[in-house]
Structures are given as C-alpha cells and as structure tokens.
C-alpha cells in the first residue's frame, strides 16, 4: 500500500461493506465519469444562504419556501398512484439536512446507496457523489471527486445528489409522464413508461439523473429484492429518498451509513422532526436556489 493511500490513525477506511463486490477501482472509474460533467458546470453551484435562526416557533424568518411547500395541498404530475415497488405515500414530506462540516469523505453513503438501490456495477455512475474542496474555499464547479484520502483537514467535503424538489424541472421535462412528484415529496421514475429520450437529464440543473445505456449487472447475492433491477435497462434512474423503505418506516441507506450523523432525514410536517428542528435553529442553504426548484435537501456546517 503506498503512503498516498495508507489509512492514517483515526481516519475511516474507504472500503465497501462486506460482501459487497464494487471494487474502489470500479468506483473511482464511475464518478470519473461525471467529472466531465463536473467542468461543464452540470454539477450543482451555491446559492446563498436562505435562512437565519428562527426567534420564535414555527418557520424560520427568511425561508418563506419552507411554508410554501408545507402548505402544498397536491403534487407535480401526480398520477394518483406511486410507482409499484413502493408503498402508496403517507402525509410526511421528507426532506434532508446535510451537515457539511461534520462529512469527512468516507463515501460510505455512496456504497450503502449503490448496494440499497441495485446500481448496476458496470453502469459508470452513482446516485450521490462526493465533492472535495479547498478549507475555507468554495469552488464546487472545479471540486475533486476522484480523491484517494478521506478526512483530510486541509479539505472539507459536500455530498451532491438528487435533491427531490418542489417544482423540479425534470418533471415538467417529460414528455410522456413518465415521472412525478409524489405527494409526500419524493420524484419518482416508473421505468417502464420512460421511453429514454433523455429530456429530464437535459432538464435537470443538478446533473442528478442517469442513464443505463447497459443492463446493470448487480451480482445476484447483493440483489435487493425491493428494488428493480432489469427494468433500469436503457431508462433513466436515480435517487428516490430510498422509497422502498422509508415508506415503511425506516430510513434512506446513505443517512443510515453516515458514521459522524452529518445526515439527517425526516418529516418536515413533524415540528419535533430532526430535520423541522434544524431548519429552524441553525443557518441552512440550498444548491441553485435561484432557479426556482425549491430542493428538499438543505446544507448546514
């Protein structure tokens, strides 16, 4: 093992769970990728800050978006029905909080997203990428995401993905329906209905949608029987808050793999809600605010 990549004391080893067979070559091959992607400024940029501590209970002054999207009576394109390998949507609206200054790169959320949603191993991307930067410097459209060290303190580290919005314009992107909003926030893909035009890639500011141009290979052992497999052939997939299970209760992987907490998931109509009690407490921004998308993921740290 040569110094670059030895493991220093304390530091988390960039290694995937056991069993899993994505190698840390095949990894770094994928997001390599995106970093194309990256230089053609497709990959999210900051907006300002859009909250202050709240002085009192209730939403925090100067993130009015938050009430709007809690009074929201319908959904985007909502077909009346969710996709069918999850569960009908609840009243929750999930949302996440990401806490910047505790991630220390160790893209853990990374392999427990892949194994959780049967990415395909040969597929050459990942729902959530990693971008490393400069300490005290913002620089998201020349950040790293092919580092070899995690946790370096001359570094701090933004994890990147779909961000799940309120008026996202993927949806309004698809010509045949083929993905919605769901009533609870998440926006789905029903794979057999899109028919690979590619529209909601183009239409995306995030960089956050994929497409399968082969049939992913996940080794049958590693299979999540929750989630589909073949379907994502010659589609367009990505993140969906782990619908298959935080609609029975449970958590999105990447949160769960989390070894510093710097990820939050929860019930924004829930005031007790970790991620209601961040977003009134603590300064929040949102990535390209300004294009009106309304993300459901906030950033704190």
């Known amino acids: 093992m040569s110094e670059k990549t030895k493991p220093v004391e304390g530091q988390l080893p960039e290694a995937l769970p056991p069993g899993c067979t994505l ?14 992607l990256l230089l053609a ?22 993130n ?22 999850a569960e009908p949507p609840g009243d929750e609206k999930w949302a996440m909080v990401i806490d910047v200054k505790a991630c220390i790169g160790c893209r853990r959320c990374v392999y427990a997203c892949v194994k959780e949603n049967n990415i395909g191993r040969n597929s050459g991307f990942t729902y959530i990428q990693v971008l ?22 001359d570094k701090w580290y ?24 769901d009533p609870d ?20 500011p995030y960089g956050a949608r994929h ?18 497999v073949e379907a994502k052939a010659g589609v367009v997939e990505k993140c969906t808050f782990c619908i298959q299970r935080t609609r029975k209760g449970g958590t999105t992987a990447c949160t769960e793999a989390c070894p510093v907490g ?13 991620v209601s009690i961040l977003l009134k407490t603590r300064r929040v921004w949102r990535l390209k605010e300004e294009y009106g998308t309304e993300p459901m993921i906030w950033y704190v740290g």
């Open 64 to 85: 009015e978006a938050i009430a709007s999207i809690l009074e929201e009576d319908g959904a985007l394109r909502y077909p009346g029905h969710t996709v069918d390998y």
């Open 23 to 36: 190698s840390r070559r095949t990894f770094l091959e994928g997001v390599g990728a995106t970093a194309g």
């Open 262 to 274: 710097a990820r939050k998931f929860g019930d924004l109509n829930d005031p007790n809600s970790e």
């Open 211 to 228: 497409f399968n141009w082969v049939e992913p290979e996940v080794p049958e052992e590693e299979r999540n029987p929750d989630v589909p």
């Open 132 to 153: 490393e930067m400069e300490a005290g410097k913002i620089d998201i459209e020349h950040a790293n995401l092919d580092y070899d060290e995690a946790g370096r303190p």
């Open 158 to 181: 933004m994890p990147v993905q779909c961000m799940q919005c309120a008026e996202a314009p993927c949806v309004y992107g698809c010509p045949v329906t083929a993905t919605w909003r």
């Open 185 to 204: 926030g998440i926006v789905v893909i029903d794979y057999d209905k899109c028919i690979a035009c590619r529209n909601c890639i183009t239409t995306c």
């Open 41 to 62: 400024g497709t990959v999210p940029g900051l907006a300002t800050v859009a909250s202050t501590q709240a002085k009192e209970p209730g939403v925090p002054k100067g």
